[in-house]
């Protein structure tokens, strides 16, 4: 006797005003995919919690749209996707560019691919609606589900991000001596006089990432973006934390940067010091290695994280030779709606 799969419940699609609590609830209860999973101290409830409540906050941001796909049959929610205008990206590439913060489906779905493809399928309608030309989206590699469904809707994959860790507690921390690494120099914490310099170095250090990969963006711009990256690591010092390594004659040779995690540490009590920027003048000093351990040695927080292209050998070698873990990878993809 044959058999055959029953077909998947039809998908409807709804726009709302807004995502009403029992909505989030419903739809990052059990989510595989938080960011901090793979923290041995930070409780899955917490980090759940964390992840709802930035979800939350995204949705709230003004001209967002927020599409959410329903089951026909039950009326419980089975994904959603927020599509958020770029600002900033849009002035600096003068274009109208957009971003997929949040792109998920409910944890215990029989049929994620079906749901992905439903609110990736009403995406050219929203774009031109909207008037973008440009969509950015960042997934989870481990979800293989989204990956092939951004593939199917015309997305290219631009540059996979791999994060590693430090663990302080359990790997410790000592007193870094600059001269170890060859350095005739100290390691301090930024001052107002530095930002313009940090700035400079950093609009030309950064070469591997998708903004300079993406040949529908203006490299010389790509640049400006770096730079403005580091100038608001700086002038935000509650919330970041910049190491700068000055040599001899006061000549920076290389800075890292780095944001604290003030909202997972208001639901777990675990500061992860993360989305590290590290910029050096000469790639073959030992510079780098030397600000790197800096990071995991003298920032805040019970974890240091640094993240890097996947294929930024040096930087991976890096940080395992710094005792640092690896915790996530995830893709970048870009798609063009323009002519």
């Not at 029953?6 to 998908?11: D, E, K, M, T, V």
């Not at 793979?38 to 939350?56: D, I, N, Q």
């Not at 003048?281 to 600000?291: A, D």
């Amino acid at each position: 006797m044959s058999t055959s799969t029953p077909s998947p419940a039809p998908i409807e699609l709804r726009e709302l005003e807004a995502l009403s609590p029992e909505l989030l609830a419903t739809v990052t209860r059990d989510f595989p995919f938080d960011d901090f999973r793979r923290l041995r101290s930070v409780a899955p409830a917490s980090a759940l919690a964390h992840f709802a409540e930035e979800l939350a906050k995204s949705s709230e941001k003004p001209g967002t749209v927020r599409l959410v796909a329903f089951d026909a049959d039950s009326g419980l929610p089975a994904g959603l996707l927020l599509l958020q205008r770029l600002p900033y990206d849009t002035d600096l590439f003068g274009m109208p560019m957009a971003g997929i913060p949040y792109l998920l489906v409910r944890a215990d779905h029989p049929a994620p691919r079906v749901v992905w493809a439903s609110l990736l399928g009403e995406l050219p309608r929203l774009v031109a609606r909207e008037g973008y030309v440009h969509v950015s989206a960042r997934v989870d590699s481990a979800d293989m589900h989204s990956y092939q469904a951004l593939t199917d809707a015309n997305f290219r994959l631009m540059e996979t991000l791999v994060s590693m860790t430090y663990d302080t507690e359990r790997r410790g921390i000592e007193v870094l001596d600059p001269k170890e690494y060859g350095f005739d120099g100290v390691v301090r914490a930024v001052e107002p006089r530095d930002v313009e310099t940090l700035a400079e170095l950093a609009s030309r250090a950064f070469t591997l990432n998708r903004y300079h990969l993406d040949e529908h963006l203006p490299v010389r711009n790509a640049g400006v973006m770096m730079a403005q990256w580091i100038r608001n690591y700086c002038a935000d010092p509650a919330d970041h934390q910049v190491w700068v390594a000055e040599g001899l004659g006061g000549k920076i040779e290389g800075f890292l940067g780095h944001a604290l995690n003030r909202g997972l540490e208001r639901h777990s009590g675990v500061l992860v010091s993360g989305r590290a920027l590290l910029a050096v003048e000469n790639q073959r000093s030992g510079v780098g290695l030397m600000l790197s351990r800096a990071h995991t040695w003298q920032s805040l927080g019970d974890y240091k994280e640094a993240d890097t292209q996947l294929n930024n050998y040096g930087m991976i070698k890096v940080s395992f030779n710094l005792n640092m873990d690896m915790v996530r990878t995830k893709y970048s993809f870009h798609a063009w709606f323009g002519a």
